[in-house]
Structure formats: structure tokens, C-alpha cells
Antibody, heavy 114, light 107 residues
């Protein structure tokens, strides 16, 4: 059974940093691209970032480019999102999802507030 | 960026009704379109991929059609458990943009 479990969310002050993790199981992690998608409270879904299976290709939404860094460790079956210079508008539930978003984690809430 | 215009933004229907949601892309995306269902407090669930293919385990009352710029999502006979918000998403070009969502309620 495919499982994606996010962790690392929490309350952080504006300008602060946070690192999200996504632990994958039930499939060959190293064979699939992975994505981060977020959802602000009461709002719709927003694609944040994608990384190819071997980390050769990495993409970001304009809203996070230069502040967020996606990475993965195929040996640990894990996906990461390093978030720096956080802003109030980054407050959201962050989901990791596999390739074409067939599988999603349960999400982790990031709150940016003073 | 490709804009996805989804309509309506909300919809009220009765159990047993046929429900249709549309999604229009700002440029040709072939059939690179997903439809998701999201219930409150839960992650989105993939229902339809490649515009018209039913994901494994999803009831056959759900269907999708279209290609190019115009797409349709249909529930043939609305059930109480279908109350949710539905989203389309294109994956032809990055960023993989989502529609604004359609909140479906029971009348």
C-alpha cells in the first residue's frame, strides 16, 4: 500500500525557516517524481514544487522561487521541502504527492505568524 | 502559466441528480487533466486522470470527458457521500495549475 506521511509543520514567525519531510513507503520511491502542493485555510490547491526521480529536474512556483528548496533522499525514501524567509501568505497545509498526484499524504500545517 | 477556469464555483443538487462541472484551459493541454475530490480536513483524492480515465476503485457514476481546452466532469446520480469540493488540474505544462474548485452541496 502506498503511503506518504508528511511531518515538520508548525508555528513559525515571519522570516523564519522550516523543513518539511515526507516519508514514502509501499512503492519504489526512486522511480517516481514527487510534488509539494499546498492549500491555504479555506482556499484552493496550489502546486508548489516538483522534483524528478533522480533530482535532475526541479521546478518551483513563482510564489516560492528563491525561498523554498525541494530535495529528496532516495536511500531514505524521503522527500523534503526547506522553507526559508517564510511569509504570512505561506500559511497552509502542505501535501506531498507522487508523480501525477495519484497518491497524497495527509498534509502538515504550516502557520506563519508573529 | 496556463489558467484553469472551473465552473460553477458552487452547486446545490438533489440526491439522484446528474451533476456537471466544467473546466476550461487557457491553452491546449491535450488530455493532461486530472479531477479530484476533496472532503473537509482530508487530502484530495484522484478520481479521473488523463481527462477521462477512471481511477481504480472509483465508482462508475463519476466520469470525465474532453480534450484540448474544454473538459467536463460528471456525476451521473448524486449520492450523499459525494458532498465535497471538486478540482481540476492540468499537468501539460508547469506550473501544474488547479481550477478554483466547485463546492457541491445537497439540496
Amino acid at each position: 500500500e502506498v503511503q506518504l506521511v508528511e511531518s515538520g509543520g508548525g508555528l513559525v514567525k515571519p522570516g523564519g525557516s522550516l523543513r518539511l519531510s515526507c516519508a514514502a513507503s509501499g512503492f519504489t520511491f526512486s522511480s517516481y517524481s514527487m510534488n509539494w502542493v499546498r492549500q491555504a485555510p479555506g482556499k484552493g490547491l496550489e502546486w508548489v514544487s516538483s522534483i524528478s526521480s533522480s533530482s535532475s529536474y526541479i521546478y518551483y512556483a513563482d510564489s516560492v522561487k528563491g525561498r523554498f528548496t525541494i530535495s529528496r533522499d532516495n536511500a531514505k525514501n524521503s522527500l523534503y521541502l526547506q522553507m526559508n524567509s517564510l511569509r504570512a501568505e505561506d500559511t497552509a497545509v502542505y501535501y506531498c504527492a507522487r508523480d501525477q498526484n495519484r497518491y497524497w499524504g495527509q498534509g502538515t500545517l504550516v502557520t506563519v505568524s508573529s | 502559466d496556463i489558467q484553469m477556469t472551473q465552473s460553477p464555483s458552487s452547486l446545490s443538487a438533489s440526491v439522484g441528480d446528474r451533476v456537471t462541472i466544467t473546466c476550461q484551459a487557457s491553452q491546449d493541454i491535450s488530455n493532461y487533466l486530472n479531477w479530484y475530490q476533496q472532503k473537509p480536513g482530508k487530502a484530495p483524492k484522484l478520481l479521473i486522470y488523463d481527462a477521462s480515465n477512471l481511477e481504480t476503485g472509483v465508482p462508475s457514476r463519476f466520469s470525465g470527458s474532453g480534450s484540448g481546452t474544454d473538459f467536463t466532469f460528471t456525476i451521473s446520480s448524486l449520492q450523499p457521500e459525494d458532498i465535497a469540493t471538486y478540482y481540476c488540474q492540468q499537468y501539460d505544462n508547469l506550473p501544474h495549475t488547479f481550477g478554483q474548485g466547485t463546492r457541491l452541496e445537497i439540496k
